[in-house]
């Protein structure tokens, strides 16, 4: 390859096809709390919500407190030593009011890459917005009722809840699902109107339920671009909820329950349920542990033609399970995003792929990934109807001698999203003294692709 100070290199991002993996087996050992940071943390200890809430790499952890004195924790991790942060958000002040605190979820409500504090108590619901890991309450200026209000209206005691689009406009609503047969208690979608919460339960028609629900999840079961709700029953006779999404006219869209419908007719007590595609046909399952029936596993056997696209993320610069990615897909006039979460909700565990369902579409004009760290990657010509293998990757471009050794480094460690990408060298030496004509090597890593060619330096 000739040439004079500048050259091409190719596309480097990696879309591949799911490979096999195998992994030995490892052990584990006690780790002694102290060492790590890991302070006592006096309180009855109900649950977890881990994320890398400050993108420095590392994962945190929420510790929950339930029905006990004190307040949760927040332990940010600081490269495997974790800091108690809990005296920079206003836990102490909110837990010490309230009984319990049920639910907790990170989550990324307005769009700015760090993740915020969404927490589900016996007596609230309560917003946390973080600011560099310094955390604000925004419940009541977001539109939130809390803490509990009095008179006639709704509590907000909650098992479970969750955040989705489901008006495809961008930004995240939140739903939260009723837990008593008996309280005044119902299932209550909020829809964020240029970043205020608005309850539009009954506008989308979630009237009058008042379902004892374990858990909920958001998917979109029927492939038509829009996300609808599952919720089991928590209760004896315990009846399952799915909820199809559509929009009956332009912009106004409604909620109706077609479980009986479509096949889900088992009553029970369950804890929890979660959306997933056991087998891998582009169409989401329901999986429920069941008391009754052992496990409960519905398989979508739809059969309407609405096509998909799913996403398998894989970080290598960011964590390995790449949570808390935003996903946005673009199709025409519409967009759809989702956030990508583990098991931050009450007995549930999000379903670990991206999954988009895009109707009668046929083409998907691009698909945009923010990864946990921030780092942005933009995929085009994505095939439909199947799972990609989506990766991050750090690429460093090298020129060396022909004896091997280094002259100098045009990207070191950078991230690069998807795309031809233009490196310019100068004919200079890393410390910036001009080189002799010659034959010199450069080396391309991406992720797991590495390539080495030759090429004629000419002054
Ligand atoms: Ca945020
Ligand atoms: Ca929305
Ligand atoms: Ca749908
Ligand atoms: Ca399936």
Redesign the pocket.
């Known amino acids: 390859m000739k040439l004079g100070q500048c050259f091409i290199i190719g596309c480097f991002f990696i879309l591949t096809a799911i490979p096999c993996l195998s992994q030995e087996l490892t052990f584990y050992e006690v780790v002694d709390n102290a060492s790590v940071g890991l302070t006592v943390a006096p309180f009855a200890k109900g649950g977890l919500a881990l994320s890398d809430i400050d993108r420095n790499g590392y994962p945190d952890i929420f510790c929950l407190r339930w029905n006990s004195p004190g307040y949760s924790r927040i332990y940010v991790n600081e490269g495997g030593v974790f800091q108690d942060i809990a005296d920079q958000s206003p836990l102490e002040q909110i837990e010490n009011l309230e009984d319990g605190t049920r639910t907790t979820m990170w989550v990324d409500y307005d769009n700015d890459g760090d993740r915020d504090l969404s927490m589900a108590t016996t007596e609230g619901i309560h917003l946390l917005r973080n600011d560099n890991n310094v955390f604000t309450e925004v419940s009541a200026e977001m539109g939130f009722v809390a803490p509990k209000p009095g008179g006639f209206i709704v509590e907000w005691d909650c098992n479970t809840c969750g955040w989705a689009d489901y008006d495809l406009d961008g930004d995240l609503d939140f739903f939260k699902a009723s837990r008593s047969t008996e309280d005044q208690e119902y299932d209550e979608l909020w829809e964020n109107r240029d970043g205020t919460y608005f309850d539009v339960s009954n506008e989308v028609g979630f009237i009058n339920q008042r379902f004892k629900h374990r858990g909920m999840t958001f998917?979109?079961?029927?492939?038509?671009?829009?996300?609808?709700i599952f919720m089991d029953g928590g209760s004896v006779p315990g009846f399952d909820n799915l909820f199809?999404?559509?929009e009956v006219s332009p912009g106004v869209r409604s909620f109706a329950d077609v479980a009986e419908f479509t096949g889900i007719t088992k009553t029970g007590d369950r804890k929890g349920c979660g959306f997933f595609d056991y087998n891998r046909d582009g169409f989401l399952d329901i999986y429920m542990p069941s008391a009754e029936f052992n496990h409960i596993l519905y398989r979508n056997a739809a059969d309407n033609g609405a096509n998909w696209v799913g996403f398998i993320l894989e970080g290598t610069v960011s964590n390995r399970d790449a949570v808390n990615s935003l996903v946005t897909l673009y199709t025409g006039e519409k967009n759809q995003i989702r956030l990508t979460r583990c098991g931050d909700n009450h007995f549930h565990q999000y379903n670990p792929w991206v999954h988009f369902?895009i109707g009668f579409d046929t083409e998907i004009d691009s698909v945009v990934i923010r990864w946990p760290l921030g780092l942005r990657q933009v995929l085009k010509d994505v095939a439909i109807n199947q799972y990609h293998l989506a990766r991050d990757s750090n690429v460093s471009l090298a020129i060396h001698n022909l004896r091997g050794e280094e002259v100098t480094s045009l990207f070191s460690g950078d991230f690069q999203s998807a795309g031809y990408r233009y490196a310019k060298w100068d004919g200079k030496d890393k410390n910036g003294h001009s080189v002799p004509t010659g034959v010199y090597i450069y080396q391309l890593r991406a992720g797991d692709f590495a390539a080495m060619k030759k090429m004629t330096f000419i002054k």
Request: charged content about 45%.
């Open positions: 998917g979109d079961f029927d492939n038509d671009g829009d996300q609808d199809v999404n559509d369902g």
